[in-house]
């Protein structure tokens, strides 16, 4: 992975003008599109993560009892960054390779028609580079804090009744949430070695909770669930899983080759 990201670093280097900022047009690394090295392996994980953060949800009692339109509500909102932290909780790291562009020329030397053209356009042709780095440095640092299992019970809960609100420690957003809550900030900020370094580390995992906010959408579904869905929707997927029998096992197809 080291070696990975290093040539990616590598990449953006030759590529990208020195005058070029992050977010200008004239970088082409923003063009860049990416799919999984191993999809059928990645698929299945990150599947399994998907399926193993809606029981997390589905067993709160907060939250089940909340009425169903504040339920969908916290889903649609909160999803994404709770399957994040719960693809760092398992380990899930994934390789990628390139999409290579087609041009505009060779389009026309293909003789494609117009319709079949804009076929192309809309289909998928991976995921945003820039997307999927972000989501990999998060992952890192995630690794990084060695947040134990209990921990990032508690983060997931601070996440959910925390929609579109910063998140600080006794400041819920729903009275539905205020136990686990404060229970949350009680445990994460638990000093591991003295109260200095307890705070500093504490600070550090509440930085990384926004910014999982940040992560787009779009890179997570193309990345990981569009070679098994293909044009699915992902949330019609996830209120179906949600509240599936406790007792039923949901397998979830293989990727198309």
């Not at 070696?3 to 977010?23: I, N, V, Y």
């Not at 994980?45 to 067993?59: H, P």
């Not at 909780?89 to 028609?113: M, Y």
Request: net charge neutral; proline share 6%.
């Amino acid at each position: 992975m080291d070696q990975e990201h290093g040539s990616e670093t590598k990449w953006h280097q030759q590529h990208c003008s020195p005058h070029c900022s992050a977010r200008s047009k004239c970088c082409p690394c923003l063009d860049r599109r990416v799919v999984l090295r191993t999809p059928e392996a990645t698929c299945r994980r990150a599947s399994e993560v998907l399926l193993k953060t809606s029981t997390f949800i589905r067993n709160l009692p907060s939250f089940y009892h909340m009425p169903w339109e504040d339920q969908f509500v916290l889903i649609q909102q909160n999803w994404v960054p709770l399957f994040v932290l719960g693809m760092a909780q398992e380990g899930v790291d994934f390789d990628l390779r390139e999409v290579p562009a087609t041009s505009l020329l060779k389009k026309i030397l293909l003789n494609q028609s117009s319709t079949a053209m804009n076929e192309l356009g809309s289909s998928s042709a991976g995921a945003s580079f820039t997307e999927v780095q972000k989501m990999k440095n998060l992952l890192r640092k995630l690794w990084d804090l060695d947040i134990s299992a209990k921990e990032y019970a508690y983060l997931k809960g601070i996440i959910l009744f925390n929609s579109g609100n910063p998140i600080q420690p006794g400041l819920p957003a729903s009275p539905w949430g205020c136990g686990i809550h404060n229970t949350s900030g009680r445990a994460v900020s638990t000093p591991h070695h003295s109260d200095s370094k307890g705070f500093l580390r504490f600070a550090s995992i509440l930085q990384l909770i926004t910014c999982l906010r940040d992560i787009d959408v779009d890179a997570i579904e193309e990345l990981f669930f569009r070679p098994i869905l293909g044009e699915a929707t992902l949330n019609v997927l996830l209120i179906e899983t949600l509240y599936i029998n406790a007792q039923e096992t949901a397998v979830l197809p293989s990727p198309r080759v």
